[in-house]
């Protein structure tokens, strides 16, 4: 925690209240309210967290206004331009880029542990062919507390690390095992010979009965995808993986958690949403028709890819993305999709509308690459899992660093209470 100097004076029921003042290595002063409750017994107000800061993190910061990524400093255009997903796996966790010599080791520490618990295939038994692959991550992901009880114990530096390894590690592959189950496919091992993203796309697209190359060119699509989702400070389901830490859980529980979360549309289900939705637009000329509706307050319909909590300006992701979906596309042959046209064109329609200029609504990360990822073949229900095995190394960095925080403590937050002061309970013969 940084030292402080300045303080804020609060001014309540006749009484003034010093509350200190943290000024960060980038981004805005926080106000230290932690004493507030007991000193002036007034909770603080902030529901959705809008300006609230649940923790003090070195790992990755955001500039809503300027449309600023930086991973441990480092612009996310120059490591999805330069770098690559386990480079930077290694970068979040570690804090530092590798040595050539860290690296190596790095990854084959992960490439070794991509295989899963062999009993672990009959938990994908139990599910429904047509359950959604993220209800089977949620269940599978938890289940892993099952299998690696040497790695659940999160005193120990050294199960904690190993805990790390195996959920970056395996997540690829319980990933590609809910995709083949879902089709009906057998599982594919994974390929110590390969790296990481064309090993998640030769375990998703392989099949036994020919043989499979994975092309180069969705490869590095897909890694670029992964790094792109990585981490991003504490959205809603970092925010969830560090709150279910807190009471000590062990973290493939935790992780699960945090799978929960983003499924949801407003958060990394938006990915899916976003292209059901082009897809529902169908051709440009509907376009107005769903702006429409996006700005009638009486239809809960909103665009999905649309909008952040922090992005004001532009999500960086999203611009590399756009450039990513043109090259694919191109590279594949299909550079005239219709849904990037749609996409193109809505994007063009609403940057230019007051509506979404005055709120400040603009492409977010999930609105090109659902794109890229059903040209790479992938069905829309698979999106979100993709999205989900590129946020574990965030999830774990972000984890690891809050168990090694000695401040660390459960959360709990306390409420606006609005409900029934205290009355007796009356027998049901009198009500
Ligand atoms: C991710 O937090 C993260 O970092 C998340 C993420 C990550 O990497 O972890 O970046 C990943 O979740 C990206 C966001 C994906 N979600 C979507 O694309 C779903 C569509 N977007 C919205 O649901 C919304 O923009 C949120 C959830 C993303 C942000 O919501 P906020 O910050 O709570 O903003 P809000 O809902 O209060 O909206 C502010 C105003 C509202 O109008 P008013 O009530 O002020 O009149 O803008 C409107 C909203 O109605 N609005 C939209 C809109 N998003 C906000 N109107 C139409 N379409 C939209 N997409």
Known sequence: MTDTKKSATLSLNGESYELPIFSPTAGPDVLDIRKLYAQAGVFTYDPGFTSTASCDSTITFIDGNKGELLHRGYPIDQLAGKSHYLEVCYLLLYGELPTATQLEDFEGRVTRHTMVHEQMHNFFRGFRRD????????????????????????????QREVASIRLIAKLPTIAAMAYKYSIGQPFVYPRNDLDYAANFLHMCFSVPAEDYNV????????????TLHADHEQNASTSTVRLASSSGANPFACVAAGIACLWGPAHGGANQACLEMLKEIGTVDRIPEFIARAKDKNDPFRLMGFGHRVYKNTDPRATVLKQSADEVLELLGIEDNPL??????????????????????????????????????????MFTPIFTVARTVGWVSQWKEMIADPQ????????????????????????
């Open 131 to 158: 359950a959604h692959p993220m209800a089977t991550l949620v269940g599978v992901v938890g289940a892993m507390s099952a299998f690696y009880h040497d790695s659940t114990d999160i005193s120990d530096p050294w």
């Open 215 to 226: 092309n180069p060119i969705l490869a590095r699509a897909m890694d670029r995808i992964f």
């Open 408 to 431: 660390n403590k459960i959360g709990r937050p306390r409420q606006l209470y609005l409900g029934e002061t205290t009355r007796n309970y009356t027998d049901i013969e009198n009500r």
């Open 340 to 381: 990037l046209q749609v996409a193109k064109e809505l994007e063009q329609t609403a940057l230019h509308d007051p509506y979404f200029i005055d709120k400040k609504l603009f492409p977010n990360v999930d609105f090109y690459s659902g794109i890229i990822l059903e040209a790479m073949g992938f069905p829309t229900s």
